[in-house]
C-alpha cells in the first residue's frame, strides 16, 4: 500500500523464553502479559499516538508524539522537540558541551540511528 502504517509482525513461537531453563515464565512477566507483550515491539506498539523519548546516535534526543512505526524502528514522530549536545572546543581552555533545543512539527526518524525508545520521564 502507498500509506506508511505498521503491520503487526508474526507472534514468536512457543518455545522456551531464552534465560529461563524450564521454559516456564516467573512472576516478574506477569504485567507483560496482560499487556499482550509477546515480542519486543510490541512495547512501541502500546506507545502508537502516546509521547515518546528517542534517544538517537550523535548525542541526539527526541520527545514526541509516535504515530507510526516499523519492524526497522523507523518512527514518524510530531510535536517534538528535539535536544542535541555540541561540543565546543577553545584552544587553551577545557571542552564544554552545549545543549541545543528546537522545536519540530513532524519529523521522520530513521531507525538505524535509534538506539533507545522510551515513555518520556515525569517531570516532577
Do not use: W
Not at 21 to 38: C, T
Not at 51 to 80: I, P, T, W
Not at 101 to 115: C, L, N, T
Amino acid at each position: 500500500s502507498s500509506t506508511y502504517q505498521h503491520e503487526a509482525p508474526a507472534p514468536f513461537a512457543a518455545t522456551p523464553r531464552a534465560g529461563c531453563r524450564s521454559g516456564r515464565r516467573g512472576s516478574r512477566f506477569s504485567a507483560m502479559e496482560a499487556l499482550n507483550i509477546e515480542e519486543p515491539l510490541d512495547l512501541i506498539r502500546l506507545s502508537l499516538d502516546e509521547r515518546v523519548f528517542v534517544k538517537c546516535r550523535g548525542d541526539r534526543e527526541l520527545r514526541g508524539r509516535l504515530h507510526a512505526y516499523d519492524q526497522h524502528l523507523n518512527m514518524v514522530l510530531s510535536e517534538v522537540e528535539e535536544v542535541s549536545s555540541v561540543k565546543e572546543e577553545v584552544p587553551g581552555k577545557e571542552p564544554t558541551t552545549k545543549q541545543i533545543r528546537r522545536g519540530i512539527e513532524m519529523v521522520f526518524v530513521r531507525g538505524d540511528s535509534v538506539i533507545l525508545v522510551s515513555p518520556p520521564l515525569k517531570s516532577a
